[in-house]
């Protein structure tokens, strides 16, 4: 399997530009740098680098229960799941991170597998909260956005899970996206059904809300 070199970052320039560092962004989305929320407290010097970049513990508890529900559930001759924050390249001047993205092994092929960003769509990616500043009013809109290029790209099924709401929504090419409460029955691929609401109630884990 032939190992190509990495893909420059599309950001060098535009980072220079914002005098921002570029271990800040975590996304970049038409040529535009989306920074880590909290990046203001970092560069005001009330947080390290380290302090914005980690997941909570309940974000990392639920991607937990998602990987092994997918190891448990899907054939893994026919699906591979990778998780990590994967970079994917889904158009000129737009990388996004995901937290957990399902592929058909027919289209990430072993070929495929490099030291790049994928360039080819996932079947499924799940989100679990959103990790950018939205400070901006351009920002606010950001899921939905991110969302729609992700299907433009080939993804079938785009998941997201928000921790502070306890919702979760799907959204499919040419349907409604569906909004749910997360204690409802969600299907994954193949009929296979995970309810994180009824998890988190199994292992007693509360999650408060502010409403």
Same mark, same amino acid.
């Given at each position: 399997?032939m190992?190509?070199? #990495? +893909?420059k970052?599309?950001t060098?320039?535009?980072v220079?530009?914002?005098?921002? #560092?570029?271990?800040?962004?975590?996304e970049?989305?038409?040529g535009?740098?989306l920074?880590?929320?909290?990046?203001?407290?970092?560069?005001?010097?009330?947080k390290?680098l /380290?302090?914005?970049m980690?997941?909570?513990?309940?974000?990392s508890?639920?991607?937990n229960y998602?990987l092994r529900?997918?190891?448990?559930? =899907?054939?893994?001759?026919?699906y591979?799941s990778?998780?990590?924050?994967?970079g =994917?390249?889904?158009?000129k001047?737009?990388?996004?991170?995901?937290?957990i993205?399902?592929?058909?092994?027919?289209?990430?092929? $072993?070929?495929?597998?490099?030291?790049?960003y994928?360039d080819v #769509? #996932?079947?499924?990616?799940?989100e679990v909260?959103?990790?950018i /500043?939205?400070?901006?009013n351009?920002d606010? /809109?950001y899921?939905?956005?991110?969302?729609?290029?992700?299907?433009?790209?080939?993804?079938e099924?785009?998941?997201?899970?928000?921790s502070e $709401?306890?919702?979760?929504?799907?959204?499919?090419?040419d349907t409604?996206?569906?909004? +749910? /409460?997360?204690?409802q029955?969600i299907?994954?691929?193949?009929?296979?059904?995970f309810?994180i609401?009824?998890y988190?109630e199994d292992?007693?884990?509360k999650?408060?809300?502010n409403?």
């Amino acid at each position: 399997m032939m190992i190509k070199e #990495p +893909k420059k970052r599309i950001t060098s320039t535009l980072v220079k530009n914002n005098n921002i #560092p570029e271990a800040l962004i975590y996304e970049v989305m038409d040529g535009q740098p989306l920074y880590y929320k909290g990046y203001k407290d970092v560069l005001n010097k009330k947080k390290s680098l /380290d302090d914005i970049m980690g997941s909570s513990t309940l974000q990392s508890f639920i991607i937990n229960y998602l990987l092994r529900f997918i190891f448990k559930n =899907l054939n893994e001759k026919k699906y591979l799941s990778l998780t990590n924050e994967l970079g =994917l390249h889904v158009g000129k001047k737009t990388n996004f991170s995901g937290d957990i993205n399902i592929f058909d092994r027919l289209i990430l092929t $072993s070929e495929k597998i490099n030291k790049n960003y994928s360039d080819v #769509p #996932p079947l499924i990616v799940c989100e679990v909260d959103s990790k950018i /500043d939205i400070s901006n009013n351009k920002d606010l /809109d950001y899921v939905n956005i991110k969302t729609q290029k992700l299907l433009n790209f080939g993804v079938e099924k785009v998941i997201w899970i928000f921790s502070e $709401s306890q919702k979760v929504m799907i959204a499919q090419k040419d349907t409604d996206w569906l909004t +749910k /409460d997360w204690n409802q029955d969600i299907e994954l691929l193949d009929g296979h059904l995970f309810n994180i609401g009824k998890y988190l109630e199994d292992e007693g884990v509360k999650v408060e809300t502010n409403f």
